[in-house]
């Protein structure tokens, strides 16, 4: 569920494409019989959590034997693996994919029209041309995970509703305490990835993603990119993160920010759970949202994390697709993960009270217009900035730990540059 992107995956997948458009296997509609290979990327939990999905899903489909896959590098090695047809029955999409490629590897599990009834996230996330290619395993609110017995001992005990604010109270957290005010998990990377989906928080704006790609100037004062890396750039400049950045550990920061070494990190809602688990007392920790308000209320965009989905080289397409669907409706993935559940209707994880008392609200970034599907993606990778990337966020963590030589503004000011010219190059 650690969303990541690789910059080398189009030219890639698209060399790919001849090799794998001609499908293969049943076509979904056959009684699920066979073997399927699902790969995933929670190594963490395959040999335990996922042995009684196996065990579950099987007793329903006897017919169907189901083999899993853990994979570390999930988006490296997969996108290595999609220049053959052999990239497993069931897989997660990788984030790299853009809509346009998706009827070139995937099956398609059914119409917008059909599945928006009863699946969160279709509308806009991995369908192309109304047809849907994925379903979300979890749904992710997105903001900061926190240490509630932490940030109260700095005398904090409402979450702050401007960037000022929260910096205020690192600060106070420096001052007060022993913890770490807020990691950044540079080393590992992918956590710096998270912030990119504040786009849309912090203007309470649904269509955030289809007005950046109507704009020059993305880290102008007051945009939305401007004042997410603003308040990343600030942390650090002010010396509010980790002493050395370069010896970050992701699994040790989860038990550090768990038992209070660590008071904050950036991270979609799917950690919360996994970070309580390490806890004493599960209670210590919480979930905060972005510092900005809206109309008096805090806003925070729900969306879905990797997306389940089927080869369309599988020769078991229908075993495929009911392991798509029935680990979306039965499996209780998302629930055990405390993450949104994907059915629309179901209740809202017990993870997320604090958001509930605190009126934040949520809502789905709207989808491109049709024929301009995938369009951010492209002028990203145009522009070679990389907005899902590590090191674009790296590079500011770097600048304002002055590793690097360059300011703020000077970065900016490249980032507005690159932007500019690639959507005038991709239009």
């Known amino acids: 569920m650690l969303k990541r992107i690789a910059a080398g995956l189009a030219a890639g997948l698209l060399s790919a494409m001849a090799l794998t458009a001609c499908g293969g296997g049943d076509d979904g509609s056959a009684t699920p019989s066979g073997e399927i290979t699902v790969l995933t990327n929670r190594t963490d939990i395959v040999d335990s959590v996922f042995k009684d999905y196996k065990k579950r899903f099987e007793a329903k489909y006897p017919d169907v034997t189901v083999k899993f896959e853990a994979i570390t590098d999930y988006e490296g090695e997969v996108r290595i693996r999609m220049n053959s047809p052999d990239y497993g029955d069931v897989l997660l999409i990788p984030n790299s994919v853009t809509a346009d490629q998706l009827p070139s590897f995937f099956e398609p599990l059914g119409t917008v029209d059909e599945l ?5 996230f279709v509308a806009s996330e991995q369908t192309y041309q109304k047809q849907v290619y994925g379903i979300a395993i979890v749904g992710n609110a997105q903001g900061f995970v926190y240490n509630k017995r932490i940030w109260r001992e700095a005398g904090i005990t409402e979450p702050p509703k401007t960037p000022a604010e929260f910096l205020a109270a690192l600060r106070a957290i420096k001052d007060k305490t022993a913890a770490t005010p807020l990691y950044t998990n540079y080393k590992d990377g992918w956590p710096l990835t998270m ?10 704006n649904p269509n955030a993603v289809n007005e950046l790609v109507l704009d020059d100037t993305p880290w102008a004062p007051g945009r939305e990119h401007f004042v997410i890396d603003s308040l990343l750039y600030d942390a650090v400049q002010q010396g509010l993160i980790e002493a050395d950045p370069t010896t970050t550990n992701w699994e040790a920061s989860k038990v550090d920010l768990a038992t209070g070494k660590i008071a904050t990190m950036r991270l979609g809602s799917w950690a919360i759970s996994q970070i309580q688990g390490a806890a004493k007392d599960p209670a210590d920790v919480g979930f905060l949202p972005f510092p900005t308000q809206v109309d008096g209320a805090f806003h925070s965009v729900i969306s879905g994390d990797y997306k389940n989905a089927v080869n369309i080289n599988s020769k078991h397409k229908a075993a495929a697709r009911a392991w798509v669907t029935w680990f979306a409706d039965e499996s209780g993935y998302a629930t055990d993960q405390g993450g949104l559940s994907p059915k629309i209707g179901d209740p809202m994880p017990k993870t997320l009270d604090d958001f509930t008392k605190w009126g934040v609200k949520y809502f789905e970034l709207h989808p491109m217009p049709e ?8 002028i990203d990778a ?3 900035i990389g907005l899902l990337d590590q090191k674009y966020r790296q590079r500011l963590v770097d600048a304002a730990r002055g590793a690097r030589k360059e300011s703020k503004e000077a970065i900016f000011d490249d980032l507005n540059e690159r932007w500019s010219k690639a959507r005038k190059s991709t239009q």
Do not use: I, N, P, T
């Open 116 to 120: 928006e009834e009863k699946y969160r």
């Open 195 to 204: 912030w990119e989906s504040d786009r849309g928080a912090v203007s309470a």
């Open 371 to 378: 024929g301009k599907e995938g369009l951010d993606k492209r």
């Open 382 to 384: 145009a522009a070679e």
